[in-house]
């Protein structure tokens, strides 16, 4: 007797739902997208109590011809595709024809549609997946489809829906990235009569992007457009200051449909790379487009992850376009006070930082091309004049050419020779050694020696200047140099609680965090450092021991040729017993037992060895153990070098973990602090 049999259409259309409705907000998603699909230029949502009891959606798009109506609630019908090469080129949102029935399966469901402006159209109702009405109406253009209590056959899955803030939640989250994905079609989504979003409709993303995220996070959003022969991206990006906890803000849209890709995200992270804290993520909306047989859509019940043909080149793509715009920036925080209340109340609530998206209107002074750099590094008689500056001779910006190496007492006459030599923000030489700052990092300054101990490696040779020292293709500009944003000119005033330096310019007053800064510095040096770390490998005196447990001991064993492309040589000492041969010189004197033991501890974690991240963690952990900490006083000299160093840095403006390095305070901001102005 067999045992196998065709199942029932009704109980067929209950299993798809399964995988096409899985909460109110599926529901949503699917109409929604038959309405732009349909070529809407207004879509009204409504639900009630999370969508569970009711779910309307009203468009005013192409509508469904008459005798389509009934058709439209079978499996597998569409308007979409008709043959299987259409699946390679697909442009529609939707294009399988399961959602209708499958929402018709497990809900009251009521469809009023009308394909033309005579008010002429055709009412259909279906109950757990049974005709009950099909007859003409009167309707406006457009379509109507009423989705009341969802799952009421179905009490299991009913059963297992959350509250209905967090179904609530769902349904806006849709809604939101459809607006993203739509900004030229109007939305609407009311709950209980409240309303929850309204776009204009215009083809303006950044205001649909306020409408979300409120206007303060749209004023810090970047533009981003770029193309080549395969994508085109468009969209805005956040500053480093708009992070969230989680990826929940970061949305890519391929073709018009919102998607979730992590090799996307990934892309997204790496050219945010060292401007984020730890743990936190960018807000990101970024529009991609491309030719359809590029892109594989139909791999997700829900259609949510797709497959790229070329997925290498468009990662690389995004990252290099989000990097480039993110590198034109100047992004220093500026310190922004929010008031409670009335007005002219002055009750502060809070100070949060804020990255400014347009750049500093210092940044924009270019010196006079034909006065060359002698001309720029004259200093505005207000600062030269400013009793609160006295080494207000002393400017950093637009790289300040070739800062010296310091040493621990400095050599004779290196202060003023840098004095001398350093140019002015917004000099030609300054740009040119700015433009020299990508090519290959200067030596960072060494960690300021303790009292009692003579100086520190890498002294210039006593006699002449340290900038004298350093080789000069170091600061030399590359010949098609990318354009990079000008560091602000400052001239340092002195340092607080031995932890942040006290700057300024016409601009305002600057703080900058200098254990933040130096680790900058050593960052930029020691990745440039680790790109052939054999060649600084030298053997030592004494070798270091270094214990481990037994199983840690069985895993190192198997990896020691991943500390060699670090320039470590371990070798096993038997037991747990390790021991480092030699090690790059160029390793913090006293810091390399704990390097090479955190750079195991790396190793262990890792299932599989990647080049770029192993140069990328070492020059990160040597660059903290190198830089001066905090509560450490410099002298006048280490704080000129540090600055004149961190103006010439690639990227100045946050540390490689992604905390700010220096913030602002504008003078009107300092103003109204003294009610000078009101």
């Known amino acids: ?67 389509d109506c009934e058709t439209a609630f079978y499996r597998h019908a569409t308007s979409k595709i008709t043959a299987g090469r259409d699946l390679f080129q697909i442009r529609s949102l939707g294009f399988r ?14 469809l009023v549609s009308s394909s033309n402006d005579s008010g002429l159209g055709r009412v259909i109702a279906i109950e757990g997946g049974t005709l009950k009405e099909n007859e003409d109406t009167a309707a406006p253009q457009g379509t109507e489809i009423t ?50 979003l309204q776009t204009q409709g215009g083809g303006d993303l950044l205001q649909v992007i306020a409408s979300i995220y409120g206007i303060n996070t749209s004023k810090s959003m970047i533009p981003i457009a770029a193309e080549n022969l395969d994508y085109r991206i468009s969209g805005f990006i956040g500053l480093p200051e708009l992070t969230r906890s989680n990826r929940s803000a970061m949305s890519t849209i391929v073709n018009g449909r919102f998607i979730r890709n992590q090799g996307l995200h990934q892309a997204i992270l790496r050219a945010y790379h060292t401007l984020l804290p730890i743990n936190r993520y960018p807000l990101v909306v970024i529009s991609l487009d491309m030719h359809p047989s590029l892109v594989d859509v139909n791999v997700h ?42 007005s002219g109340s002055g009750s502060v609530i809070q100070e949060q930082f804020h990255f400014p998206a347009a750049r500093l209107e210092a940044a924009a002074a270019p010196a006079d091309a034909g006065q060359g750099s002698a001309a720029g590094a004259t200093a505005s008689p207000a600062n030269a004049a400013s009793p609160a500056a006295p080494e207000a001779g002393l400017r950093y910006g637009a790289g300040s050419g070739a800062p010296p190496q310091p040493g621990g007492a400095f050599a004779a006459g290196g202060v ?93 007053l600057y703080l900058i965090d200098q254990h933040a800064a130096h680790e900058r510095v050593n960052y930029e040096y020691y990745y440039e450092k680790f790109g052939n770390p054999a060649d600084a490998s030298q053997e030592l005196l004494l070798p270091i021991t270094l214990e481990f447990t037994p199983a840690e001991s069985e895993k190192l064993k198997e990896r020691l040729s991943w500390f060699e492309r670090a320039g470590v040589i371990l070798e096993h000492f038997g037991g747990g017993t390790f021991r480092v041969v030699s090690c790059p010189y160029w390793f913090p004197g006293g810091e390399e037992a704990e390097i090479v033991r955190e750079m195991a501890e790396w190793v262990l974690s890792e299932r599989a060895i990647d080049l770029a991240k192993l140069r990328e963690k070492s020059s990160i952990l040597v660059s903290c153990k190198a830089s001066i900490k905090a509560n450490q006083k410099l002298t006048t000299e280490e704080a000129d070098t540090l600055l004149q160093r961190l103006a010439a840095c690639k990227q100045p403006y946050t540390c490689p973990h992604g905390r700010p390095i220096i913030v602002s305070f504008s003078n009107y901001d300092l103003e109204k602090l003294f009610k000078r102005v009101m």
């Open 97 to 110: 024809g399961e959602a209708l029935p499958s929402i018709a399966a497990v809900a009251k469901v009521r």
């Open 416 to 508: 003023s020779a840098l004095r001398e030599q350093a140019p002015a923000y917004g000099s030609a030489s300054a740009a040119q050694a700015r433009a020299g700052a990508t090519a290959a990092p200067p030596e960072p300054p060494r960690r300021v020696p303790d009292a009692g101990q003579p100086g520190v490696r890498g002294t210039a040779p006593a006699g002449g200047t340290a900038a004298a020292a350093m080789p000069e293709a170091l600061y030399g500009a590359p010949e098609h140099a990318p354009e990079l944003p000008a560091f602000p000119e400052l001239s340092l005033i002195g340092q607080h609680h031995g932890t942040y330096l006290i700057a300024q310019n016409e601009q305002g």
């Open 301 to 342: 019940p829900a259609k949510l992850e797709v497959r790229f043909s070329k997925e290498a080149e468009l990662n690389a793509f995004v990252e290099e376009s989000i990097r480039a715009v993110l590198s034109e920036q100047v992004l220093i925080p500026q310190v922004v006070k929010q008031q409670l209340g009335k």
């Open 147 to 196: 989705v009341r209590e969802l799952f009421y056959n179905t009490p299991a899955r009913l059963k297992y829906m959350k509250t209905i803030q967090t179904e609530l939640g769902h349904v806006s989250d849709v809604m939101y990235r459809q607006a993203l994905a739509h900004p030229e079609i109007a939305f609407s989504l009311k709950h209980n009569g409240n309303t929850l």
């Open 1 to 67: 007797m067999a045992k196998i049999t065709i199942l029932d259409e009704h109980i067929a259309n209950q299993i798809a739902a399964g995988e096409v409705v899985e909460r109110p907000s599926s529901v949503v998603k699917e109409l929604v997208e038959n309405a732009v699909d349909a070529g809407a230029s207004k879509i009204e949502v409504q639900v009630e109590e999370g969508g569970l009891e009711l779910i309307r959606v009203t468009d005013n798009g192409s509508g469904i011809e008459p005798e």
